[in-house]
């Protein structure tokens, strides 16, 4: 069974960097495309970035320039590093895989301003 942890949330003034942590079992992320999601207070969850099987990255227009998808295949984790945190970054984030597709719990990012 695949299952999905994501960390590394919190809460950081504006300005600020976390950086976010998907482990994964059941499954290597090195053969399939990962994605990183967010859902803000009242807003549809939406894409912020993803990582193909080969290595690309594509990202949401809101987040390009700040944000970066990485995978550690031997540690079987995709990271989400965000900087200049802005107080609409705020939401909770997903880890999800593609194929098969499964979700993991989600971190809350909270940026103050």
């Known amino acids: 069974q695949v299952q999905l942890v994501e960390s590394g949330g919190g809460l950081v003034q504006a300005g600020g960097s976390l950086r976010l942590s998907c482990i994964a079992s059941?499954?290597?992320?090195?053969?399939?495309?990962m994605a990183w999601y967010r859902q803000a207070p009242g807003k549809q969850r939406e894409l912020v970035a993803v990582i193909v099987r080969g290595g690309s990255t594509n990202y949401a227009d809101s987040v390009k320039g700040r944000f970066t998808i990485s995978r550690d295949n031997a540690k079987n984790t995709v990271y989400l590093q965000m900087n200049t945190l802005k107080p609409e970054d705020t939401a909770v984030y997903y880890c999800?895989?593609?194929?098969?597709?499964?979700w993991g719990r989600g971190t809350l990012v909270t940026v103050s301003s």
């Open positions: 059941g499954i290597s992320l090195s053969i399939i495309s």
């Open positions: 999800k895989t593609f194929g098969p597709e499964v």
